[in-house]
């Protein structure tokens, strides 16, 4: 069975470092249809057919090992054979295959297809998916049995934290009730200031109190990251659980709603939507706003041209990458009408410059960040650099 990976640093980086040898290597981005019918796996199958057909043809124009190509056939055949079968397909995948290697990884993310053939794997958009990486917690906020949740790119994790399932739990109420009956009948009545309904609202609301700070002792003691915290609950227990926390990274959106019986699957978008809106999307406006500052006040500190960048990132100059390496679309082959962000790829012809550059930069530890084409500080520009300082570049960008 085919093995799909994450996307990681360490799997990366693997593939990156074995750029240094000079055989032919084959990367696919390929989506995949995830409503699983007959239609649409032969809908599949004819368009992975036609993947390994083009790919083969260019091998042989290349005159490469017949040896290589008869493995490559033979590969991706039992590897979308495997993959065809998987219940829960990816969004898409990204496939490498080069002598000795092939890796299959599961994309958090839907992707055009795009297909290379090189000395080195196309990774650019990957660093991209990389920069953007986020793990993250989601807490359920419920009084009838909470419960924490791990999270990253790719989905929602159910994690080791044990809370009590209620304040009856907690502070064994249904006890202490009792015996507050009992004590209050055997002195007459409660005539020494018991006020009915008025007084189990306050304990109550008493026992609530209680039961968040002890949600909010055992996240703050167990996580010394402090990962970001989104909060899913009914609107007044959130608020009432902000209030009494002293957990110091609560994300600012929360998932209303009453969820004692719940998927987490059917959670992830909405998580997944405020990850990208209060952390990721800031994060890209202020290398934005940074470039267009640069650009006014420090032109020579930032590079449009495409020769330039390949230069400054071998040189180790880059600070910020910037890849026009995202589309905001709903032309993918799944049947949606919603638009969504897909991976997207330049012409051919200059791809294999952004890689390199890309490459050199993540190696350097730069950043790398994908962005829509219609969000690039330099509408119609595919790659864009702020440097670190500036090594005497061929040609100014301004």
Known sequence: MVRILKISDKEIKSLINDSQNKNPKITIYLSINTAISSEHISADNIRIKNIKNEVIKKLRLSEQDTNFIDEFSQKIDEMMS???TIHDLPQGLLICISPGITEVFRL????????VIDDQFYLAPILGIINDYRDFYLLVLTLHDPKLFKGDAYGLYPTNMKFDKSPDELLNIDE???KNVQSKSANGGGSGGYNGRGGEKDQANSDRQKFWRMIDRKLIK???EKLPLILAGIDSEIAEFINISHYPNILNTHIEGSYRIFKPNELFPYVDQIVYQEIIEPEHEKIIAEYNRLSVKRSDLVADNTQ?????SDQGMVDKLILAGLRFTNDTIKEKSKAEYVLSFPSHSIAKKINLA????????AKVINLDMDQMPRL????????RYNGGLSSASY
């Open 380 to 387: 119609k520009t595919n790659m864009l650099a702020i440097l």
């Open 308 to 312: 330039d960048i390949v230069k400054a």
């Open 176 to 178: 202490i009730n009792t």
């Open 358 to 365: 890309a490459l050199d930069a993540w190696r350097a530890s």
């Open 82 to 84: 495997d993959i065809l």
């Open 108 to 115: 958090p993310i839907e992707t055009k297809e795009y297909v």
């Open 222 to 224: 167990s996580d010394e």
